[in-house]
Every structure is written in structure tokens, then in C-alpha cells.
């Protein structure tokens, strides 16, 4: 049988090997997708002559395979400069040539490697006759030498798919499905999904709130498709400015598949691309651009995500099928608004939360029958009381939100959550709480917030089991989440799992380092497991009054009684002057055993309608209080009746 060596192709300081699909810059590796490789291949070939556009897409893109051909291309191209460092206004290597194609300008080399296969045609192989084989490479060659120009254009054409097959023989793969190139099975199930931030395409820094709205919404759309589990926002936002090659965020995300896509907005007009990847093959499966008027973004997210449906073989519901087909138009300006307020209650910092509610309320004048801004408001204050908002305050204006948005729209997961939450902890409406979490679970089992939410309820109602396995749910779903890492840790703490919480909270300060109640949390549970530990490095006068008061129950553990008293009157002088919850305060007394004091504040805390107060029947900070009849009153009025 006859043999065919696989060429090297050599320009400037990179090295492609045709055999392992690898292109080395300096000897160092660099990751290049399927598609700008094969591109690659077919320029390097011809160097110096035009590769045109039909030519790239029968050799690329067949007739077989769906693609939207302009954006592949130009996505293709884009990723081969980016590996390159190359620049399409003064180009190295890759020159655009008008309405035609694209050209390889600089100077290329090739030589044969020494491994062989059976034969199976390569671009090196595929030379036109006349001109110089790599075959002819013999040892006394002095090395590699300029590449013999190819005029047979559809021989390269060709070439380019056996590249494949040669990847398919040597590294065990095949390209897609009954409608692939070569006719092979197509990708195993799809069953986890993740959406990667979408690119602006505007460059314009400005616009950055509206891609992240429009990624956004699109993972909130595909969530609430039963059939496909989708990675929620958090963690897949982790990956705007990564370099990580698909596979690579494929395997940290535990996703099957992923997609990519731009948006760019020009006037009026908004246009999205998508394309969807195989995270295991690398290999891309669907690919398709959409235009629309910007107050139309909702219908257009529904049609990508019926088409992305269609495509991974998701068998929507006849519910499901009517609810894509349905979108309400809002008007720019409630669009534009709500777009904002995602942005800003996103963030996180309190500056930007309080952002927020203004951009919702903005919304929600422009269009009062947009149930997302109800929504959307009712979350920005609930996260208020993260900054010390008074409850008294906050929750209510969240919960008429949460019921405007749930009158509007019964199908809306979050509004749902938000209800669940002021019932959970402003009403202590046990019942009523869990009846919205399971709810909002029932129409997107994808939601962290809402696993998450239904996972601490759980904790603080004693029912452990079912606790842990939302919260695995949630981190199945979010692993990159802060908020999610955080939260995990306080539900084994209260569980009294004190090692297992504390595994919890380092993952969350792997993620965020600076994470002050996290190191502190640490300490409290270091404590309560009698072993010595350094306070984290934290200045008290900066610190939020649950940090401080979680640093002074811990120095009281810790029998640093004088250290906490100093961190306690700090607290205490800091709600002279602001909102500080009393039920913080009294963990402090507790630890301390100052009994009398820690039932006062409780009994502020259930006046001041505390969030904290639901904490009470499984805190371990308050065990030395339990058998105390005034402990037993406080929990029936918090609603633990059966105490």
C-alpha cells in the first residue's frame, strides 16, 4: 500500500503540522478551533493567490451542512487573525480581497514529517501535476523550501475534507451527523448547555449592557426548555475575555455543548448571531443570524431558541411550543431601561443595586404590562437588604412588584422566586414560601437562584436531606457562582458540618478572594470546631455588620472575650446611626452567654421584622439558648409552632 508523508507548513515564527492539527507559535501551542484550521490550510496551500469565497464554502461549508455562511466566515477568519496577531486593516498574513475571497500574503515553507498512515489524500498530496511533491524530499535535502504554487483550485477544495478524515483515523472523531461531510453519526445526545458572553461587535464600550442583556435573556429563555440543562449566567459570564478553547470551558462547565454568537445594534436595529458547538468534538453544528427591530428582541430570542431546540433534538411541550411562538413587543424605551437594570442589579455593589430600581421603574413607566420589570424590581430590593435596607421597607415594595409582575405573566420563574423569598423571610409564611420556590422550579429547573433559594428554606426549616440536594442542583448549575459557594456553606453550617462548609467557602474564595465574610465565616467555623485559627485580615472599622458580628461571635468561641466586647460595642455604635439587624447582634450576645441581652435583640429583631429570624431554629449559635422558655416563645412567633 502507498504511503503519504503529512506536510509542515512554515511561516514567519509559526509551524502548522498538518498530521496533528496543530499550529506552534515559537514552539509554544496555540489553540485554533476546527474551521479557521482547515481556512488555514487551504490559504497556505495557495500562497499569494485568492481563495474565493464559493470556494471556501464548498470546501468548508457544503451544500449539506446549515450554516449562516457570511458570519462562519467571518468568524472563521476572525479567530485565525486573532491566533496569528494578524490585522485585517494592515495584514501579515491573511489579506482580504474585496468581494472575492482571501489571500495568504506572506512568505510560506514546507517539509514532510516522518510519520506515515495508509494512504489517504492530504493538501500536501493533492500537489497538481508539474509541480514539487513533498514526496520528493529526500534525506539529502538541505530542509524546507518555498511551497510550488497550486493552480488546480478544487484539488485544494478536496483537500481540505480529507484533513479531516485523516483527523477522524488518527484521533478516533468524525464530523457531524447524517448531514455531516462524510456521512458519520451524528453527536451523541446534548444534555447541558452553556451560552458564552455574547461579543459586541460594536466596540463600543458603551453598549456592553445591552450583549449582556441580550446573553442573558437568551440563557433565561433556553433555562425554561425542559429536555436541556442550561449553565446559568454567573458562571458562564466568567468566560467573556477567556482564551480557553471550547472543549477546555466545555469540561470546567460540565456542558455538552455551547454557543457562541455577536450582537450589534445599529439604530433601531439589533442582530444577533449564533452558533452552536459541540464542547466535546470542538466540532460547530449550526450557525445562523438574526435581524430585528430592537423593541422585537423577545420574539427574536424565542426563535433562537426554538431553532437551537430543534437542532440539539429537544422535544418542546405543546405549552412550550406556544410560549416561543408568543412574544409581546415593549417599546424601545422600556426595552432600553430594563436592559440597564439587569446590567446594574448584576454588579452587585450597592451603588449599582440602588441603580437599578431606578432603571426598572423607568421601565416600567415606559411600559406598564412588562412583567420582567416588575420582576426585575421586586429582586433589586429584595438585594437591598444585603446593604442593610430595613426590611420594613424593602420588602414590601418587593413583594407588590413580585405580584404585579405574577398578574402580567403566572410564567415568570424569577417573580415566582421573589414572591417565594418575601413570604420566606418577611412573611414567615412557611408554606406559602415553598408552594413559589417549587413553583418557580416547575418552570425552570435550570434556575440556580431559584435551587438556591429552595435549598436554604429547606436548611431552616430542619429538612436536611432535601437541602443538600438543591444545593448540589444549584452548583451543578452555576459551579462559578460566589453567591451560590457562599450560600452552600452556610446551609452545612447550619446542618453543624462544620468541615464541609468550610470546603464550601474556600471554593467561593477561590473565586473571589477578597470575599471578607467568607474568610470570616471560615474563622466562626474553625472556632466552633475548638481548633485554633487566625482572625482572616480584616479592619473591623470597614467591615459590614454581619462580618462584625460574625468576628465577635467567633472571638467569644474563641475565648478572646475582650475582643469581642470591642467588636460588639463597635456594632452596637454603628446601629445608632444606621440599620444594623438585631438578630446579628444577638449571635454576638450568645456567644458571649450574655442570655439576657441576646433575647432582647431577638425580640428587636422579630419588631424590626428581621430576614435573619427564619435562622432561628436550626442557628447552632443559639443551642445555649434552646431550652430557655423565652427562646421556645420566640420561635412560635416566628412561626415554628411545633417547638
Known amino acids: 500500500m502507498e504511503t503519504s508523508s503529512f506536510p509542515r507548513f512554515r511561516f514567519g515564527v509559526f509551524d502548522v503540522d498538518v498530521r496533528s492539527g496543530e499550529i506552534r507559535k515559537g514552539g509554544s501551542k496555540i489553540k485554533l478551533q476546527e474551521k479557521p484550521f482547515q481556512l488555514l490550510l487551504l490559504l497556505l496551500e495557495q500562497p499569494g493567490e485568492v481563495v474565493t469565497r ?10 449539506d451542512t446549515f450554516v449562516d455562511f457570511d458570519h462562519s466566515l467571518g468568524t472563521a ?3 485565525l487573525r486573532a491566533a496569528l496577531g494578524d490585522s485585517a486593516k494592515s495584514p501579515r498574513f491573511v489579506e482580504t480581497v474585496a468581494s472575492r475571497g482571501y489571500r495568504f500574503i506572506g512568505p510560506v515553507t514546507t517539509d514532510a514529517s516522518s510519520e506515515h498512515v495508509e494512504a489517504v489524500p492530504t493538501v500536501a498530496t493533492l500537489t497538481p501535476a508539474g509541480s514539487t511533491s513533498p514526496e520528493a524530499v529526500t534525506p539529502s535535502d538541505p530542509g524546507p523550501r518555498p511551497v510550488a504554487k497550486t493552480r488546480r483550485r478544487a484539488a485544494v477544495i478536496a483537500a481540505v475534507a480529507s484533513v479531516a478524515v485523516v483527523a477522524a483515523i488518527v484521533f478516533g472523531f468524525t464530523r457531524a451527523g447524517a448531514r455531516g461531510l462524510f456521512g458519520g453519526p451524528r453527536p451523541s445526545s446534548i444534555r447541558s448547555l452553556a451560552v458564552l458572553p455574547l461579543q459586541n461587535l460594536s466596540k463600543d464600550p458603551s453598549e456592553e449592557y445591552f450583549v449582556d442583556g441580550m446573553t442573558e435573556q437568551l440563557i433565561t429563555t433556553l433555562a425554561q426548555l425542559h429536555g436541556i440543562e442550561v449553565i446559568s449566567r454567573t458562571s458562564a459570564m466568567q468566560y467573556r475575555t477567556s482564551t480557553k478553547r471550547v472543549p477546555e470551558i466545555g469540561r470546567e462547565l460540565n456542558a455538552d455543548a455551547v454557543i457562541e454568537g455577536s450582537v450589534v445594534r445599529s439604530g433601531n436595529r439589533v442582530r444577533i448571531t449564533a452558533q452552536l458547538i459541540d464542547a466535546r468534538s470542538d466540532q460547530h453544528l449550526w450557525a445562523r443570524s438574526y435581524d430585528r427591530d430592537f423593541g422585537d428582541v423577545l420574539a427574536l430570542q424565542n426563535e433562537i431558541a426554538s431553532a437551537i431546540a430543534e437542532e440539539i433534538r429537544i422535544r418542546l411541550s405543546p405549552e412550550e411550543k406556544t410560549r416561543l411562538a408568543q412574544a409581546r413587543t415593549v417599546s424601545a424605551a422600556a426595552q432600553e431601561a430594563y436592559l440597564r437594570g439587569r446590567y446594574h442589579l448584576n454588579q452587585g455593589d450597592e451603588a449599582a443595586v440602588r441603580k437599578s430600581v431606578d432603571d426598572f421603574t423607568a421601565a416600567i413607566a415606559a411600559d406598564s404590562q412588562d412583567a420582567r420589570s416588575y420582576s426585575g424590581l421586586s429582586q433589586a ?4 437588604t444585603d446593604f442593610y435596607e430595613r426590611p420594613t421597607e424593602t420588602m414590601p415594595r418587593a413583594k407588590t412588584a413580585a405580584e404585579a409582575a405574577i398578574r402580567l405573566d403566572d410564567t415568570l420563574a424569577d417573580a415566582h422566586v421573589s414572591r417565594g423569598a418575601v413570604r420566606f423571610l418577611y412573611d414567615w409564611d412557611w408554606n406559602g414560601a415553598e408552594s413559589e420556590f417549587r413553583r418557580a422550579l416547575s418552570l425552570n429547573n435550570a434556575s440556580a437562584d431559584a435551587h438556591v433559594w429552595y435549598g436554604v428554606f429547606l436548611s431552616q426549616m430542619g429538612r ?44 467561593a474564595l477561590e473565586i473571589e478572594p477578597n470575599l471578607g465574610v467568607a474568610h470570616t465565616s471560615i474563622w466562626l467555623a474553625y472556632a466552633r470546631k475548638d481548633a485554633a485559627a487566625d482572625p482572616p485580615p480584616v479592619d473591623p472599622e470597614e467591615s459590614s455588620p454581619l462580618d462584625l458580628a460574625t468576628r465577635a461571635g467567633a472571638y467569644a468561641i474563641g475565648g478572646k472575650r475582650v475582643e469581642a466586647q470591642r467588636v460588639l460595642a463597635r456594632l452596637k455604635d454603628l446601629s445608632t446611626h444606621r440599620y444594623v439587624c438585631p438578630y446579628e447582634v444577638a449571635t454576638a450576645h450568645a456567644a458571649l452567654d450574655q442570655r439576657d441581652e441576646a433575647i432582647e435583640w431577638l425580640h428587636r429583631g422579630l419588631d424590626a421584622r428581621s430576614i435573619c429570624m427564619p435562622d432561628l431554629k436550626v442557628d447552632p449559635r443559639f443551642d445555649s439558648l434552646r431550652a430557655d422558655p423565652r427562646f421556645q416563645e420566640l420561635l412560635r412567633s416566628v412561626g415554628f409552632r411545633d417547638q
Not at 464559493?54 to 451544500?63: D, M, V
Not at 430590593?381 to 437591598?384: G, Q, W
Open 77 to 79: 477568519v476572525a479567530k
Open 54 to 63: 464559493e470556494q471556501l464554502r464548498e470546501a468548508l461549508w457544503p451544500a
Open 464 to 507: 436536611l436531606d432535601e437541602a443538600f440536594a438543591e444545593m448540589d442542583r444549584a452548583e451543578a448549575l452555576d459551579p462559578l457562582s460566589v453567591p451560590v459557594r457562599f450560600n452552600a456553606g452556610w446551609v452545612k453550617y447550619l446542618a453543624r458540618r462544620n468541615d464541609e462548609a468550610i470546603a464550601e467557602w474556600r471554593k
Open 381 to 384: 430590593y429584595i438585594a437591598l
